[in-house]
């Protein structure tokens, strides 16, 4: 039987095969000439001490202990041509694993999306960055593999069910994923790697006899009886099913707006909203690592932070080193900033979404919107900062401590957000409690993070698109909408997940109660 140990190393020892055995031969007391394998089961970074340590997990195996290397293999899945279809509208990561899982079940999914497959949609985030053009069906939140396509690639969630993640993990490993995403704390894939993995997964679920139709955007829902019976699509067509996934994302303004305009039922819901903090990696490093240099064997360090701000919490959110500041509007007319990371996370910057938690009242201005006044008061703010900031993809932008200080930036430097700054004083961008909580807020970043609190950091306005406005409500068991037989809310734009595996696991287990259902 091979040993499991865990084990606290150096990141030289870490990164180097022949100092690690024979680490873990002292360890087991063993000859290191005795050691056949070892089997990373879990690595974490502990920076706590000053001398930076690695923690390891490891199965090791002896010489007269039998190893057989186990590949990651996809599921069998079967030929579902001729099956029962189900609709699912949304190509992100919880509509593409549901149309994975009901194909698993014997059952034919229908995938729609308004935008346009991984390498079509490359054209439009060029005239977004370079052109300051907004496609409406085609952008960073819209096209093929959603929003996680082009931002970045975490795989890290706070979901309990453990067998799950790991289930989705293996999965992506299936399709072409690194197997480091199987052991590291905080996985993630990158940007540059994500579109093949995304184009691989659909071309599975055609070889499967499934339908993944692009450009096609719902402008509809066929309901007859209180039961959903279809879709209508731009063009008119109709496409019938009785059951149908409805995975459209956190930014789908048009379907909640639909939804709200057929009365079907859905909710206002909190979420979160602040500016897009990007700093020198360089700088992070040095306060993570309490070193001047981080050395070779270290990745670009990440930071993760929360204070209690006037009986609010105030957070770092999707924190990506060596990366960049992205636009990620929806429409014309709004700006919106979002963040990625290139799989080598080798770029000179370090950014990420500070966010402050609004609560329903926080929407009182809007209440005549009903379910959607949470939408409309993010998208005043993402239009406003249009408006400060030049009425095109610029953003509002402002030196950190600047801030703090109610000053407007003498000079902003170049960042890597590609469309370009403008210098607002971002205290007109917010409504005055929520600056204020954000002054308050870095104050107390700056005490825990010594040295984050600098001018040499730009924030950049608006991170908005943190999670849906709206809740789509469902049944607890069932998962159906508790008005619409048939309708299965989805993911986060239904606000039943954040981030790519958790909506992954959403749409899995969506596919599965449609399979109890018709059975």
Avoid at 103 to 119: F, M, S, T
Wanted: charged letters at 25%; a positive charge; one cysteine or more.
């Amino acid at each position: 039987m091979p040993q499991e140990i865990l084990i606290k190393v150096s990141p030289e020892i870490a990164a180097n095969e022949s100092l690690l055995y024979e680490y873990v031969a002292k360890s087991v007391r063993v000859s290191t000439k005795l050691v056949q394998k070892v089997v990373i089961l879990k690595r974490s970074i502990d920076a706590r001490q000053k001398a930076i340590k690695i923690n390891l997990k490891v199965s090791v195996y002896l010489i007269d202990e039998k190893y057989t290397e186990q590949p990651i293999e996809l599921p069998d899945y079967p030929n579902v041509s001729n099956k029962q279809e189900v609709i699912i509208v949304g190509a992100g990561p919880a509509g593409l694993f549901a149309a994975l899982q009901l194909i698993e079940l014997g059952l034919k999914p229908i995938v729609i999306e308004r935008g346009k497959d991984v390498r079509g949609r490359r054209r439009d985030l060029k005239a977004i960055n370079v052109d300051h053009i907004v496609n409406e069906d085609s952008n960073y939140c819209f096209g093929e593999g959603g929003a996680g396509t082009y931002s970045d690639g975490k795989l890290y969630t706070r979901s309990k069910k453990r067998g799950d993640v790991d289930r989705i993990l293996q999965l992506l490993v299936g399709f072409g994923a690194t197997p480091d995403i199987l052991v590291e704390a905080h996985p993630h894939i990158g940007t540059n790697k994500l579109p093949q993995i995304i184009q691989d997964i659909r071309e599975k679920i055609i070889e499967c006899g499934g339908k993944v139709l692009f450009e096609t955007r719902v402008v509809d829902f066929v309901i007859k009886n209180n039961e959903i019976q279809g879709i209508v699509t731009q063009n008119g067509e109709t496409i019938s099913a009785n059951k149908l996934i409805l995975a459209t994302g956190h930014s789908a303004r048009d379907i909640f707006e639909l939804l709200d305009k057929k009365k079907i039922l859905i909710e206002a819901k909190p979420f979160a909203l602040g500016v897009r903090a990007e700093h020198p990696q360089e700088l992070i490093d040095k306060i993570q690592y309490s070193c001047d240099y981080r050395g070779e064997f270290l990745p670009p360090a990440p930071y993760s932070i929360v204070k209690q701000v006037n009986g609010r919490g105030m957070y770092s959110f999707c924190m990506c080193p060596g990366g960049v500041i992205a636009p990620c509007a929806t429409s014309p007319g709004e700006v919106v900033t979002n963040g990625w990371s290139p799989s080598k996370r080798d770029q000179a910057t370090a950014n990420s979404g500070i966010v402050v938690e609004l609560k329903l009242e926080d929407f009182k201005p809007f209440a005549r919107f009903g379910a959607l006044a949470g939408m409309e008061f993010q998208k005043s703010i993402e239009q406003k900062a249009w408006h400060l900031a030049g009425q095109t993809q610029r953003v509002p932008a402002q030196r950190m401590v600047d801030f703090t200080q109610n000053k407007v930036s003498a000079s902003i430097p170049k960042t890597s957000y590609v469309p370009g700054t403008t210098s607002v004083e971002m205290g007109q961008v917010f409504p005055g409690f929520l600056s204020q909580i954000m002054r308050e807020g870095f104050k107390e970043f700056g005490k825990t993070m010594r040295g984050y609190l600098t001018n040499d950091a730009i924030l950049h306005a608006p991170e908005s698109r943190t999670s849906s406005p709206v809740r789509i409500p469902r049944d607890n068991f069932t998962l159906e909408h508790p008005q619409i037989k048939g309708l299965y809310p989805c993911g986060e734009g239904a606000g039943f997940a954040g981030g790519i595996i958790s909506a992954a696991i959403d749409g899995e287990k969506c596919a599965l109660k449609i399979a109890e259902a018709l059975k």
